[in-house]
């Protein structure tokens, strides 16, 4: 399977003890695909992925392969603060035959230099030890406070061409993401900005990994189709909704935003759980938000069952 297209970066549904809600979260992977996502980004930043422990991820990612999920279809985040966590959530992934793994630096100790960031992210691949392991190194300093340098990426590539496939980019900086695309070619560019989708394929980018897809799939599959399909100006035209749904949504709190949607549209108020420190949204601002949905021109894809 290509590593391009629409990946949503999946919420992460969880019952009322705050376990991960696997029935649910598998259903939600399975109506993502169905959507028109490309693939599925597991334990990013929209799933909470550092209010669950290692073992809770992995105890996950095996009931989701167990259902029958097809690991090609999946990346794994993997980036801890330590070593050893990183390492044992990637041998588990590709012991289940999902390769993608999302990467981010050690976050903890900030202005890090490129030198101890190239030495981190190299005793996680040495340490991962299989060739099989296709890596993509996550940038989002907004909430790491940790940036992927350009230094680091050269030095990585030349050190790990076999295993460093591409990058995820979630500054929301699209002439960052644009140098990137044209300073290395050979790997996957994703945005995180979904409304930087056409500027990215255009670009020669991969696609985007987007929380918002989680909403608005079918809107940015029709964007990318259009442009592969050379029909630029129905992808011009299908970015429209793409980037006033990101704007609706940015105005709020992205995760309880989103899971809060789903809630009301699926009639599964279960969805509107979240870990703390995060904090519902409230019932007043949700229906303000599905108005405000609305009228940019989004209606709900098919929801999640209720339980």
């Known amino acids: 399977m290509t590593l391009d297209g629409i990946w949503a970066a999946v919420l992460t549904p969880c019952d009322a003890a705050g376990a991960i809600d696997v029935r ?17 980004a597991l334990f990013g930043t929209t799933s909470e992925t550092q209010a669950y422990s290692v073992a809770e991820r992995q105890a996950a990612l095996e009931a989701a392969v167990t259902a029958g999920l097809t690991p ?42 490129d030198e101890g960031l190239y030495r981190a992210f190299a005793e996680a691949i ?16 907004q909430v790491s406070g940790v940036p992927v340098t350009r230094g680091v990426i050269e030095r990585l590539v030349a050190a790990y061409p ?5 990058l995820k980019d979630s500054s929301g900086d699209l002439a960052h993401t644009l140098d990137l695309i044209a300073a290395f070619p050979d790997l996957a560019i994703f945005a995180g900005a979904d409304n930087h989708l056409l500027d990215v394929l255009t670009a020669g ?53 989103l899971k809060a949607i789903i809630a009301t549209t699926s009639g599964d108020p279960a969805w509107r759980r979240v870990r703390p420190p995060l904090v519902e949204l409230d019932g007043a601002a949700t229906q303000a938000l ?4 609305a009228a940019a021109g989004w209606q709900p894809p098919a929801p999640p069952r209720a339980a």
């Open 162 to 166: 076999a295993q460093v496939r591409g």
């Open 290 to 293: 599905l108005a405000e949905l």
């Open 24 to 40: 649910r979260w598998v259903e939600h992977a399975r109506r993502l695909l169905a959507q028109g996502c490309h693939g599925l």
């Open 205 to 257: 980018g991969a696609g985007t990994i987007s929380a918002a897809a989680n909403l608005n799939a079918p809107a940015s599959r029709s964007v990318h189709d259009a442009f592969r399909a050379g029909e630029r100006a129905a992808a011009e035209a299908g970015m429209a909704l793409v980037r006033d749904v990101r704007a609706t949504l940015q105005r709020r709190p992205l995760i309880p935003a």
């Open 72 to 113: 090609a279809q999946l990346m794994v985040g993997v980036g801890c603060c330590a070593r050893s966590d990183t390492v044992a959530l990637a041998r588990h992934a590709l012991g289940l035959g999902l390769t993608r793994l999302l990467m981010l630096p050690p976050f903890f100790y900030k202005n890090s230099t």
């Open 126 to 141: 040495d340490g991962t030890a299989d060739p099989r392991a296709e890596v993509l190194l996550y940038h989002f300093p």
